[in-house]
């Protein structure tokens, strides 16, 4: 049982390439989170899956998409990487937001992506 | 609208003394949860706690303890005889009722010295 996992753990972006992040969870869960982190601003979330087959905007959207694939995996893609976008990101599921101790959210160990 | 506000930026203490981390927070629900997580040097983010708007019972487990108070809108967190594994980054987060989005603090540094 691996929890939440990401990949990679780190990159390094040219102004203007691409990428995506991938994220998996195996703890059966039906909701999954994307957020950023930065110096001093905590976490900010960027996109969120309630369920398999929907996925809604957060606090920071702006320059990223997501795709939720299945239940298990729900990934970010930075179409066009600005240094702005240097940052951690984190993934994290739960199994139902909402719904009492079935919200608890857990974490995957970050992706830390510098854009030059 | 909801607001979590961490005002210690960084706390610096030396081992065994205890240390309160604070947390006020802002919503409009009645219901409401409030977590707490530790993110150490290693950069995960472990679950602490979640609490709801209609439990005011405080929490003992082990060495932490928390505080949840409605009157005054805060969720403190304390940690008795600090040691120097529990220096970490510690984050308050919030989620009312009628959002899927929670809200996280900026953070508070813990420093525990030897």
């Known amino acids: 049982n691996a929890g939440v996992t990401q990949t990679p753990k780190f990159q390094v972006l040219k102004t203007g390439q691409s990428m995506t992040l991938q994220c998996a969870q195996d703890?059966?869960?039906?909701?999954m989170y994307w957020y950023r982190q930065d110096p001093g601003m905590g976490l900010r979330l960027i996109y969120y899956?309630?369920?398999?087959?929907?996925?809604d905007k957060g606090e920071v959207p702006n320059g990223y998409n997501v795709s939720r694939l299945n239940k298990r995996e729900f990934s970010l893609r930075l179409e066009s990487a600005a240094p702005s976008q240097t940052s951690v990101y984190f993934c994290?599921?739960?199994?139902?937001?909402?719904?009492?101790?079935?919200?608890?959210?857990?974490f995957g160990p970050g992706t830390r992506l510098l854009v030059l | 609208a909801q607001k979590v506000t961490q005002a210690q930026t960084e706390i610096s203490v030396v081992e065994k003394e205890d240390v309160t981390l604070d947390c006020v927070y802002e919503?409009?629900?009645?219901?409401?949860?409030l977590f707490w997580y530790k993110q150490p040097p290693s950069g995960e983010l472990v679950f602490l706690i979640r609490?709801?708007?209609?439990?005011?019972q405080n929490e003992i487990s082990g060495r932490y303890s928390w505080n949840f108070q409605k009157s005054t809108s805060s969720f403190n967190f304390t940690i008795t005889a600090s040691q120097v594994v529990d220096s970490a980054v510690y984050f308050c987060?919030?989620?009312?009722?009628?959002?899927?989005?929670?809200?996280f603090g900026r953070g508070t540094s813990l420093i525990v010295h030897p």
């Open positions: 919503t409009r629900d009645t219901t409401y949860y």
């Open positions: 609490r709801n708007s209609f439990d005011e």
């Open positions: 987060a919030l989620r009312s009722g009628g959002s899927y989005i929670p809200t």
């Open positions: 703890m059966n869960h039906n909701s």
């Open positions: 994290a599921s739960s199994e139902a937001p909402g719904q009492g101790a079935r919200e608890t959210q857990y």
């Open positions: 899956s309630a369920s398999e087959g929907t996925t």
